[in-house]
């Protein structure tokens, strides 16, 4: 079947803008997971879900970032009032959940704040 | 917590000739250590993984890497490359005490330049 998907493939915003970065995650997968690549580094983390339940959002780096799941399904990461800071790649990814099961990263959204 | 280095930024090799990538890890608990591999213009995916068992893992496409207790280590090695591995590859841990293990902490990646 189909892997991870994730849009826009490429999103611009002004700076103090509104963005949602979609992900629609492998069919059966129970977790979910974002992260975020800068340019030139590893991705960090951002956040968890086991399917509609955000379990772990400790890498959110400000209270400006949002993620939900509502049906368990199709997940959104929300930032608002985007900053310059806020350019990177968010990748999202998802697994079977159980121990040891691999992460099928999608081919992420890079985001540019102007 | 968890730190991963990567201590190579790039690896120049010729094809055909072996290539080591190196990967040292801090963590206070037990950890899973994997290696992703991402194409060009592609997603990140999973090479192998070190979970229990066996110090010595492989992959389908002859990449293996050793988890070294001791010296906090996973490198990866292959002992002949090809063009078609030209990639950047990281080196990531988990740690084996959280409920989420699907918490990746990753390296700043290596690319591996395979020249002809």
């Known amino acids: 079947g189909a892997g991870v998907s994730q849009s826009p493939r490429y999103k611009v915003a002004k700076r103090g803008q509104d963005v949602a970065l979609r992900c629609d995650p492998i069919?059966?997968?129970?977790?979910l997971f974002w992260y975020q690549q800068a340019l030139g580094q590893g991705p960090e983390f951002l956040t968890y879900?086991?399917?509609?339940?955000?379990?772990?959002k400790s890498g959110l780096p400000s209270d400006r970032f949002f993620a939900e799941r509502p049906e368990g399904s199709v997940s959104t990461l929300k930032i608002q009032r985007t900053q310059q800071e806020d350019s990177a790649v968010y990748l999202c990814?998802?697994?079977?959940?159980?121990?040891?099961?691999?992460?099928?990263f999608g081919n992420g959204t890079r985001l540019t704040v102007t | 917590a968890q730190s991963v280095t990567q201590l190579d930024s790039q690896v120049p090799v010729f094809e055909e000739a072996p290539v080591e990538l190196r990967c040292n890890y801090s963590s206070s608990v037990s950890v899973y250590l994997f290696w992703y591999v991402q194409y060009p213009n592609q997603g990140l995916q999973l090479l192998l993984k070190y979970l229990s068992g066996s110090t010595l893992v492989e992959s389908i496409n002859g990449f293996e890497a050793e988890f070294n207790k001791s010296q906090t280590s996973f490198h990866l090695r292959k002992p002949s490359v090809h063009i078609s591995d030209t990639a950047e590859y990281f080196c990531a841990v988990s740690d084996q005490v959280s409920s989420n293990t699907g918490k990746l902490i990753f390296g700043q990646g290596t690319t591996l330049q395979v020249k002809p």
């Open positions: 069919s059966g997968h129970v977790s």
């Open positions: 879900f086991q399917n509609e339940a955000q379990l772990d």
């Open positions: 990814a998802s697994s079977l959940g159980s121990l040891g099961s691999p992460l099928h």
